[in-house]
């Protein structure tokens, strides 16, 4: 994974290794920024990690602050077959006081990632936000319609 110029490598972070060690196939790397831990995983390990990162005692995080997207179709130095859109899951532990950052990318071609919503409810209004800004559908999402537009 190539690290953007002010990120620095969050490899060595507690949360990143256990992410890695506990799911390796869907691992793809961590960075920093201003302290800011941001994981970057294959969008098929979303449900999985999702559910380790509000199960595990250590990390327990209850609840997620955003899920936005990013479309970068005319970012510099994107290669042709990187995926266009990235999915960002913002997770806070209200009773850890700490917060991560979960990032997917998703394709244009297929442009669909799996709904977080039965490991946090919270997540329903926030796809549904997602879907109709940007078009990425969450797979077995409870009510997927548009809000806004």
Not at 118 to 133: Q, T
Request: glycine share 6%; with cysteine.
């Amino acid at each position: 994974m190539k690290i953007p110029i002010g990120m620095e490598d969050g490899q060595d972070h507690p949360i990143a290794q256990g992410i890695q060690k506990t799911f390796p196939v869907f691992y793809i790397g961590a960075t920093l920024f201003r302290g800011d831990l941001s994981i970057h995983i294959k969008k098929e390990g979303i449900l999985v990690i999702g559910t380790l990162l509000r199960d595990d005692p250590a990390l327990d995080f209850d609840y997620p602050i955003h899920i936005s997207s990013v479309d970068d179709m005319d970012a510099k130095g994107r290669s042709a077959d990187e995926d266009r859109f990235e999915m960002v899951y913002e997770l806070f532990s209200i009773r850890k006081k700490h917060q991560v950052r979960v990032k997917a990318r998703v394709s244009e071609q297929d442009c669909a990632i799996d709904s977080v919503t039965p490991i946090w409810k919270g997540a329903n209004f926030l796809e549904r936000e997602v879907y109709d800004m940007m078009g990425i559908k969450f797979n077995n999402h409870p009510e997927l319609k548009r809000i806004l537009l």
